[in-house]
């Protein structure tokens, strides 16, 4: 009941902090968002995470289909739209990918804490090339 009565609209923010920290190359900031983040338990994390896929396909969607109706709150379309110019279409997928891999190890009792930090330093590599 818990987990049905949390609220997800902080979720959004997070994601969008922790994307800028990896794209403006913030090694420190995405690893205190790494460590925040591990802190909310392994059920939040994951939807935390499946959260930022729902803007990461989006994302995707805005950019290949033209005219598309982003799917999403007020305040996550600006992000979405500005989100979608800074990558192309592989780009997106492969951070898809990246992060599912992340929930998949998390289910598997990963340390959230290394698998979070781990993959920001895989989405900031996706951001620089």
Not at 2 to 22: G, H, P, T
Not at 30 to 39: I, Q
Not at 52 to 67: A, F, H, K, Q, V
């Amino acid at each position: 009941m818990e987990l049905v009565e949390s609220v997800e609209d902080n979720y959004s923010a997070l994601f969008r902090d922790w994307m800028l920290a990896c794209f403006s190359n913030n090694l420190k900031k995405a690893a205190e968002l790494s460590d925040n983040l591990n802190k909310l338990g392994r059920i939040q994390l994951q939807i935390f995470l499946k959260n930022g896929l729902n803007i990461l396909r989006e994302s995707l969607l805005y950019t290949m289909i033209d005219d598309y109706q982003i799917k999403a709150e007020k305040d996550q379309q600006d992000f979405i739209k500005k989100f979608s110019k800074t990558l192309n279409a592989s780009y997106i997928e492969k951070s898809y990918e990246q992060i599912n891999e992340v929930i998949y190890h998390i289910q598997r009792n990963a340390n959230g804490r290394i698998a979070l930090y781990n993959l920001s330093l895989k989405l900031r590599y996706n951001f620089i090339r």
